[in-house]
C-alpha cells in the first residue's frame, strides 16, 4: 500500500505542477491509472515498483509502456494459483519418503520455501553492482555539469541503444554498468570539453525466465533483471518434495551453465552458488536423487538427499552429529535389499564423540538409497546414586563413591526440626535384585557420632526421614453448605460442631438426606460381602451337585445347569459392586443443628470421613414389581401405598408382604421393623425409594437365588437413590 500510495502521490505533483519532461515535449499521454497500478502490485511487485520508478522520473510514457510489456507476459505465463497459501502448501505435504521411512521424519530443506515465497521479491531499493549488464527497457539518469550542463533521463531500446544530445544513437546493451560512464563520455567527448559526468540507474528492465522441472508451480516468469537462481526459485514455490536440492540446473543458449547445490546455502549459509539470471534463461529441477534418513538422539534428525558417495559418517554429519545422550557404540540401519526384501542391521562402531563421528570402522558403511539409521539414546537411570526423601531441607539424589556414608548424606539434605530422630531407614535393594530389606536407623545417635549407625551406603539405597509430627486429622465437606473443602479436626469434634464451623446449611439443603461417609465402615462393608460371596459360591456348588444328582430326566438336568449358570453370574455381579461399596453411615438429623446435637446421630468425626448435603428432591423413586417403575412427585402426607398405585399398583408377580422402603438417610425399613406394621401405611419422605420384590419359589437353589437378588438389588438402590436423586 506504501508503494501504491507514493505512485499515486508522485503521480498527482507532476501532472499538477506541469513539469514532466513528456509534457515539456508536448507528449500529452498519460501513465496507467490506479486500478491498473493495484493489478500490478497484487500480481508483480517488482513490475509495479518498475512503474512507480518511471512516474517518480516523469517518465509516464515509460511507465505505460512497462505496464503493457506486465499484460503481454501475463498473457504468456500460464494459470497459476491466485493464493500465497495455494503455493506454498505443495512442499508441506507428507511424502513417499516420509510415508516410508521410520522415525516420522520429514525431508530436509524443503521448509525454507513454505513461508518465504509469497514475499520474495527484489527490492527496489538494491544497489546495482558494477558488473550489471545493461539491456533493453534499462533505464538511467544521465548528469553533465561544466560547460555543458542538464540532466536526461535515458531508456535503452529494444535495439539496445540511448539518445545522447549532439552526439546521437549510441548502443550500450552488453556493457556493464561499471563501464557505462566511460562508454558514455568517451562518445560525449568528441563534442565537449572540459565538462563531468554521473550516470544514476533508474527503473531496470525484466526478464523473462523460465522455471520447470519438480518445483511447485511451472512456468515462465517476468522477474527483475536483479533476480538470481534463489529468488526464480522462490517465485515459483520452491521444489516439490519429489524434486532435487542438490543438483539444481541453470541452463542457457540450450547449455548447462551451473548446478546448484542448495545444502551449501540450508547447512552453512553459503550463497557463493546463486548466480544472477539473464534473460531465457531456465532454471530446472530435476528429480530427486537418492535419499536417507536419520532418526533419533542427532541434532537434526530428518531425511536427506544423496550425492551418492556418503559414508555412514557423513550422513550423521549431516544430521548435526551424536547428541551426548545417544548410545555410543551401535546403531540400528534400515535398508531395502534388491527390491525384494527389507532388512534391520545392527551396526557395531568404535571411536564416537557426542556432536561428531570418527571416519573409521563400520561409520565407511556407503550409504543406500532408502536407507535409514536409527541412533537410540542411552538408559537414563543412573546407578551409581543413593536416594535421600522425607523431612529433609534438600532431598533428592547424591552421588555414589564406595567409601560414602549414611552420616554425609544427612549432613547433605540436612535435617528440619520436625525430623524424627528416633528412627531413620535405608531401604537396600537385595544381592539377588529379587527384593529390598529395610535397615532402621537411630537417628539420633547417627548425629552424635555413633559409628555403629553410620553404615556404609551402596548404589541405589534410599535413605527416608520421618516427621515426628502427627499427620493431622481431616475431613471433607460438600455440597450445599455455605464453606465447602478438607478441614482439620480436633479431637473429639463433632458433626454438629463442623457444621457450625463451615457456616450452617444453605437455604436448599436437604438435612434429612445427608450422606456421611466412613473409610472403616467401607471396609467393614466390603468384608462382611466378601464372606457372603464366598459362602454363597460354596452354597452354589453344593446345590448344582446335588441337583445333577438327582436329576431323572434330562429336562431336570438341563433345569439344574440353567440354575447353577444364572447363579454364578449373580455371583460375578455381586464381585463387581463390591468394589463400589460406598461406606455410608446412616443418620437422621434436621437443619436445625441444635435439636440433634449432641445426641447419637452427632457422631464423633474421624480422619477421612465425607460429608455431602444434597439439594432437597422432589420425587419419591418406586421400582421393581409394579407397573410403571418410575420416580414420582413427593407430596407430604402420601404413604407406601399411595405412591405404588401412582406408579400403576403391583404386577401379578410382585410379593406384597416383602415390600420395603430404602430412606433418604440411609436405613432401610419394611413391615418386618420394629414399630412399623404394615410398611403399606407408612408416610413417606423426599428422597425415599419403595421396592417391590418379586414372588419366587421356595426350593434350596431358588432360595439361593432369592438371596443373591435380595443383595443385589438393595445394593443397586443405593447407588442409584445417591445417583438419581443427590
Same mark, same amino acid.
Given at each position: 500500500?506504501?508503494k501504491?500510495l507514493?505512485i499515486?502521490?508522485?503521480a498527482?505533483m507532476?501532472l499538477?505542477?506541469? %513539469?514532466?519532461r /513528456?509534457?515539456?515535449? !508536448? *507528449?500529452? &499521454?498519460?501513465?496507467? @491509472?490506479?486500478?491498473?497500478i493495484q493489478?500490478?502490485?497484487?500480481?508483480d511487485?517488482?513490475?509495479?515498483?518498475a %512503474?512507480a520508478? /518511471?512516474v517518480q522520473? !516523469? *517518465?509516464? &510514457?515509460?511507465?505505460? @509502456?512497462?505496464?503493457?510489456?506486465?499484460?503481454?507476459?501475463?498473457l504468456?505465463?500460464?494459470?497459476?494459483?491466485?493464493?500465497?497459501s /495455494?503455493?506454498?502448501?505443495?512442499?508441506?505435504?507428507?511424502s513417499l519418503?516420509?510415508?516410508?521411512?521410520?522415525g516420522?521424519?520429514?525431508q530436509?530443506?524443503y521448509?525454507?520455501?513454505n513461508?518465504?515465497?509469497?514475499?520474495f521479491?527484489?527490492?527496489?531499493t538494491?544497489?546495482?553492482?558494477?558488473d550489471?549488464?545493461?539491456g533493453?527497457?534499462?533505464?538511467?539518469?544521465?548528469?553533465?555539469?561544466?560547460?555543458t550542463?542538464?540532466?536526461?533521463n535515458?531508456?535503452?531500446?529494444?535495439?539496445g541503444?540511448?539518445?545522447?544530445?549532439?552526439v546521437?544513437?549510441v548502443p550500450?546493451a552488453?556493457?556493464?554498468?561499471?563501464?557505462?560512464e566511460?562508454?558514455i563520455?568517451?562518445?560525449l567527448s568528441r563534442?565537449?570539453n572540459?565538462?563531468n559526468?554521473s550516470i544514476?540507474?533508474g527503473?531496470l528492465?525484466?526478464?523473462t525466465?523460465?522455471?520447470a522441472?519438480?518445483?511447485?508451480?511451472?512456468?515462465?516468469?517476468s522477474?527483475?533483471?536483479l533476480t538470481?537462481?534463489?529468488g526464480a526459485?522462490?517465485?515459483a514455490g520452491?521444489p516439490?518434495?519429489?524434486?532435487?536440492l542438490r543438483?539444481i540446473?541453470v541452463?542457457?543458449?540450450g547449455?548447462?551453465?551451473?548446478t546448484?547445490?542448495?545444502?551449501?546455502f540450508?547447512l552453512?549459509?553459503?550463497?557463493?552458488q546463486?548466480?544472477?539470471l539473464q534473460?531465457?534463461?531456465?532454471?530446472?529441477?530435476?528429480?530427486i536423487?537418492?535419499v536417507?534418513?536419520?532418526?533419533g538422539t542427532?541434532y537434526?534428525?530428518?531425511?536427506y538427499?544423496?550425492t551418492g558417495?556418503?559414508?555412514?559418517?557423513?550422513?550423521?554429519?549431516?544430521a548435526?552429529?551424536?547428541?551426548p545422550i545417544?548410545l555410543?557404540?551401535t546403531?540400528?540401519l534400515?535398508?531395502?535389499v534388491d527390491n525384494q526384501?527389507?532388512v534391520f542391521l545392527?551396526?557395531k562402531?568404535?571411536?564416537v564423540?557426542?556432536g561428531?563421528?570418527?571416519?573409521s570402522?563400520?561409520?565407511?558403511?556407503?550409504v543406500r538409497?532408502?536407507d535409514a539409521?536409527?541412533i537410540?539414546?542411552l538408559y537414563?537411570?543412573?546407578?551409581e546414586?543413593?536416594e535421600l526423601g522425607?523431612v529433609?531441607a534438600n532431598p533428592?539424589?547424591f552421588q555414589?563413591?564406595p567409601?560414602?556414608?549414611?552420616r554425609?548424606?544427612?549432613?547433605q539434605?540436612q535435617?528440619?526440626?520436625?525430623?524424627?530422630?528416633r528412627?531413620?531407614e535405608?531401604?537396600?535393594?537385595?544381592?539377588?535384585?529379587?527384593d529390598r530389606?529395610?535397615?532402621?536407623?537411630d537417628?539420633?545417635?547417627?548425629?552424635?557420632?555413633?559409628?555403629s549407625?553410620?553404615?556404609?551406603l551402596?548404589?541405589?539405597?534410599?535413605?527416608r526421614?520421618?516427621?515426628a509430627?502427627?499427620?493431622?486429622?481431616k475431613v471433607?465437606?460438600?455440597g450445599e453448605v455455605v464453606r465447602?473443602g478438607?478441614?482439620?479436626?480436633?479431637?473429639g469434634?463433632?458433626l454438629?460442631d463442623?457444621?457450625?464451623r463451615?457456616?450452617g446449611?444453605t437455604?436448599e439443603a436437604?438435612a434429612?438426606g445427608?450422606v456421611?461417609?466412613?473409610?472403616?465402615?467401607k471396609?467393614?462393608?466390603?468384608?462382611?460381602l466378601?464372606?457372603?460371596?464366598?459362602?454363597?459360591?460354596s452354597?452354589?456348588?453344593?446345590n448344582?451337585?446335588?441337583?445333577?444328582?438327582?436329576?431323572?430326566s434330562a429336562e431336570?438336568?438341563?433345569?439344574?445347569?440353567?440354575?447353577?449358570t444364572?447363579?454364578q453370574?449373580?455371583?460375578?455381579?455381586?464381585?463387581s459392586?463390591?468394589?463400589?461399596?460406598e461406606?455410608?453411615?446412616a443418620?437422621n438429623?434436621?437443619?436445625?443443628?441444635?435439636?440433634?446435637?449432641g445426641?447419637?446421630?452427632d457422631l464423633?468425626?474421624?480422619?477421612?470421613?465425607?460429608?455431602f448435603?444434597?439439594?432437597?428432591?422432589?420425587?419419591?423413586?418406586?421400582m421393581?414389581e409394579i407397573?410403571?417403575?418410575s420416580?414420582?412427585?413427593?407430596l407430604?402426607?402420601l404413604t407406601?401405598?399411595?405412591?405404588?398405585?401412582q406408579?400403576?399398583?403391583?404386577t401379578k408377580?410382585?410379593?406384597?408382604?416383602q415390600?420395603?422402603?430404602?430412606?433418604a438417610?440411609?436405613?432401610?425399613?419394611?413391615s418386618?421393623?420394629p414399630s412399623i406394621?404394615n410398611?403399606?401405611?407408612?408416610?413417606l419422605k423426599?428422597?425415599d425409594?419403595?421396592?417391590?420384590?418379586?414372588v419366587?419359589?421356595?426350593n434350596?437353589?431358588v432360595?439361593?437365588?432369592k438371596?443373591?437378588?435380595?443383595?443385589?438389588?438393595k445394593t443397586?438402590v443405593?447407588?442409584?437413590t445417591i445417583?438419581l436423586?443427590?
Open positions: 500500500m506504501k501504491i507514493l499515486f502521490l508522485c498527482g507532476l499538477s505542477a506541469n %513539469i514532466t /513528456a509534457q515539456v515535449d !508536448g *507528449d500529452t &499521454q498519460e501513465g496507467p @491509472d490506479s486500478a491498473a493489478e500490478v502490485q497484487k500480481a511487485p517488482a513490475a509495479a515498483q %512503474i520508478n /518511471a522520473r !516523469g *517518465d509516464l &510514457q515509460g511507465a505505460k @509502456d512497462l505496464y503493457q510489456n506486465f499484460k503481454k507476459s501475463r504468456e505465463q500460464p494459470v497459476k494459483s491466485a493464493t500465497p /495455494a503455493v506454498a502448501s505443495e512442499p508441506t505435504k507428507s519418503f516420509e510415508r516410508t521411512l521410520p516420522n521424519l520429514t530436509f530443506g521448509a525454507l520455501f513461508k518465504t515465497v509469497s514475499t521479491t527484489i527490492s527496489a538494491m544497489p546495482v553492482g558494477p550489471y549488464i545493461i533493453p527497457g534499462d533505464h538511467f539518469t544521465l548528469t553533465l555539469w561544466g560547460t550542463e542538464g540532466i536526461f535515458l531508456q535503452v531500446t529494444k535495439e541503444t540511448v539518445t545522447l544530445p549532439k546521437g544513437v550500450v552488453g556493457i556493464r554498468f561499471g563501464e557505462l566511460k562508454t563520455k568517451r562518445h563534442y565537449y572540459d565538462f559526468l544514476a540507474m527503473g528492465k525484466t526478464l525466465i523460465y522455471v522441472g519438480e518445483v511447485v508451480t511451472p512456468g515462465s516468469y522477474l527483475s533483471s538470481s537462481v534463489y526459485l522462490f517465485s520452491g516439490t518434495k519429489m524434486g532435487s543438483t540446473q541452463l542457457r543458449s547449455k548447462v551453465i551451473k546448484i547445490d542448495l545444502y551449501d540450508l552453512k549459509g553459503d550463497r557463493s546463486d548466480i544472477k534473460n531465457g534463461d531456465t532454471v530446472f529441477v530435476p528429480l536423487g537418492p536417507a534418513g536419520v532418526a542427532v537434526r534428525p530428518a531425511i538427499e544423496l558417495q556418503e559414508t555412514l559418517s557423513d550422513l550423521i554429519d549431516t548435526g552429529g551424536l547428541l545417544a555410543g557404540g546403531l540400528q534400515t535398508r531395502y526384501r527389507k545392527d551396526i562402531i568404535d571411536n564423540q557426542s561428531s563421528t570418527r571416519s570402522g563400520a561409520y565407511l558403511e556407503k538409497n532408502m539409521i536409527s537410540r539414546p537414563d537411570k543412573v546407578w546414586t543413593v522425607g529433609v533428592g539424589r555414589w563413591r567409601d560414602i556414608k549414611l554425609e548424606v544427612i549432613i539434605g535435617l528440619l526440626p520436625e525430623s524424627d530422630m528412627r531413620a535405608v531401604v537396600r535393594i537385595t544381592k539377588d535384585m529379587m530389606t529395610i535397615i532402621p536407623v537417628l539420633a545417635a547417627l548425629m552424635t557420632g555413633d559409628e549407625q553410620n553404615i556404609t551402596e548404589p541405589q539405597d534410599q535413605i526421614v520421618y516427621s509430627l502427627k499427620a493431622a486429622d471433607s465437606v460438600s465447602v478438607k478441614y482439620e479436626i480436633n479431637k469434634e463433632r454438629s463442623l457444621l457450625l463451615v457456616g446449611f437455604k436437604y434429612y445427608i456421611f461417609k466412613r473409610t472403616d465402615v471396609n467393614s462393608q466390603e468384608k462382611n466378601q464372606a457372603f460371596i464366598v459362602r454363597m459360591q452354597q452354589v456348588l453344593q448344582a451337585a446335588a441337583a445333577s444328582v438327582q436329576a431323572i431336570e438336568a438341563a433345569s439344574a445347569k440353567t440354575e447353577m444364572l447363579n453370574g449373580l455371583l460375578e455381579n455381586l464381585k459392586m463390591r468394589e463400589q461399596e461406606g455410608r453411615v443418620i438429623i434436621t437443619e436445625n443443628v441444635e435439636e440433634w446435637a445426641s447419637a446421630n464423633l468425626l474421624k480422619n477421612g470421613d465425607s460429608i448435603v444434597p439439594k432437597r428432591p422432589q420425587e419419591v423413586l418406586v421393581g407397573h410403571s417403575p420416580a414420582q412427585v413427593y407430604p402426607g407406601v401405598k399411595d405412591f405404588i398405585n406408579s400403576g399398583g403391583y408377580y410382585a410379593e406384597q408382604d415390600v420395603y422402603v430404602l430412606q438417610n440411609g436405613s432401610a425399613v419394611s418386618g421393623s406394621g410398611i403399606e401405611n407408612k408416610e423426599a428422597g425409594t419403595v421396592f417391590v420384590p418379586q419366587i419359589e421356595r434350596a437353589g432360595r439361593l437365588f438371596d443373591i437378588v435380595d443383595i443385589l438389588f443397586a443405593v447407588f442409584a445417583h436423586l443427590f
